[in-house]
Every structure is written in C-alpha cells, then in structure tokens.
C-alpha cells in the first residue's frame, strides 16, 4: 500500500489522502478537497484515482469531490446513509465493508458515530497496519461533535472500536491539529513526560512532513485515551467539581471533550 498525504494549508488545516495500489497504480483519494493538488499528485505519481470516499459530510471534506470525479470518473463512496448530504454518492458504504484498491489493498469500513452520525474511518490490513481516521480521531485528540454529532457516541465509538486496535496502528486524520491537542493533554496532565517529549519534537513542524503516531502512542499522549489516569482524573476533579467520586470512563471522557470545547 503506498500512501500520499496531502497538506492543503487551508485556514481549517485539512489533510487529504491518495492510496495507491503498488502494481496497478490505481488509487483511492480519500477527502480530496484541494482537488488540484491530488489529481496533480497522482498525475506525478503515475497514479489512476479510480474511487473517492469521503469520511463524512462536512463542506471541507466533501469540496473536491465534483472535481475530482469530473476529472476521473471515480466511484464516490460514504457512509451509507450519508447519501442525502452529499451529492452524487454512488456507492454506500458500512461497517465491514471492504474497499479494494488494485490487486493488493484492502480497506475495512469502520462505521465510527460521534463527530457525525454518517462517519467512516478506513482500517488498511497492511503489515502495519493504518488507519483513515477523518474527524473521528486526531494526532493526540478527538473530533469535536458540533455539527451534527453526539460526544455520547463518540466514546462508544473509542472504546468499542478504536481502543482496541493493534498498538501499531498508524494515524492517518483528517487535520494537523497536534500542537493544540499536545498542549490540552499537558493542560490536563502536565506531569506527562511523553506528551512534552512529543510537543517539542513537532513544534513549527513542516505539515507536509508531519509526523504519524501509533496507537500505542496516542495512548500515552492523548488525553482522551487516558481515562483511567489517577491525575487526569485529580486535575479535571479541580475543573468540573461535579465529576463523580469514582467516575467512569465515559464521565470523564464527556468532561474532557467539554472543557476541550471551550479551551
């Protein structure tokens, strides 16, 4: 499976995704609003991107689509019932759905609710294996449920589906958000040596060079998979009084994305 990130260096820091097959050359675009630079890339890379999959409906994933598939003739494909939010969906997709690209790629469709109802993150069966996350999961954070989503389901989606990936896991989101959501970790936990040791290393970082975590790190920097942490739990007692003594994990994951919300 070969792997294009795109940095569109747009004011909402949008990441878009090719993934091509390495015999066929042909290729998903994933996301592709800045629509020039993914036919350009692909173009470059000798690449045919024949389907398009959107995460979810939002303007700013969903922008590039009529001119990608002007360009290609690409299959577009989202969440199954997403089709009424996005035009011209030929294809919906669901929980373990599989998309093949070429002869040699597959991706598993993850239904994953929270940032909106109609959310697909893409979980690539590689030997390390990748995951797609959209809005769904950050580099050290979590999407926010503004525009038609529920904070409720998101967590279900973390700890039904996301926590239990493989540690090797690599992130792919949908935005460059890591500086921020590093510093809301530190905010929460600012004893958590591995979250400083990563905040330093990606300050005033290239995007387009960015680096890509782990499931396994996301666990040690990302607040919101620390749930069960006697300090992050003694820090947002100090936040929100009305935690309960011995709160669960989904209270203090509803907490988190609370205060995240107006931090």
């Not at 994933?61 to 003739?73: L, M, S």
């Not at 540690?167 to 935005?175: K, L, Q």
């Not at 040596?193 to 975590?213: R, S």
């Amino acid at each position: 499976m070969l792997v294009e990130r795109i940095w569109t260096a747009n004011a909402y820091r949008n990441y878009n995704y090719l993934i091509a097959c390495p015999e066929t050359g042909e290729a998903l675009a994933i996301d592709p609003l800045d629509h020039g630079q993914c036919l350009s890339r692909a173009k470059a890379k000798g690449w045919r991107i024949t389907q398009v999959l959107n995460t979810h409906e939002h303007p700013d994933h969903t922008g590039g689509n009529a001119a990608v598939v002007a360009a290609t003739g690409a299959t577009l494909m989202a969440h199954h019932q997403a089709g009424g939010r996005i035009p011209g969906v030929d294809r919906g997709v669901g929980a373990g759905d599989v998309i093949r690209v070429g002869k040699r790629v597959e991706l598993e469709c993850l239904d994953t609710p929270g940032h909106t109802f109609c959310h697909i993150c893409l979980l690539a069966h590689t030997d390390q294996p990748a995951l797609f996350s959209g809005d769904t999961l950050f580099n050290a954070g979590v999407g926010n449920c503004h525009n038609g989503g529920d904070p409720v389901a998101l967590f279900h989606t973390f700890a039904q589906q996301l926590t239990r990936l493989p540690e090797a896991t690599r992130i792919y989101p949908g935005h460059d958000y890591i500086e921020n959501n590093l510093a809301f970790t530190l905010a929460n936990e600012p004893d958590n040596a591995a979250a400083q040791a990563l905040l330093a290393a990606v300050q005033g970082q290239d995007p387009q060079q960015a680096a890509v975590t782990t499931l396994a790190q996301e666990r040690t920097v990302n607040t919101f998979m620390r749930l069960q942490s006697p300090a992050l739990i003694a820090r947002l007692r100090e936040q929100v009084p009305e935690l309960p003594p011995e709160p669960d994990e989904q209270a203090v994951f509803l907490a988190l994305r609370a205060l995240r919300n107006r931090w």
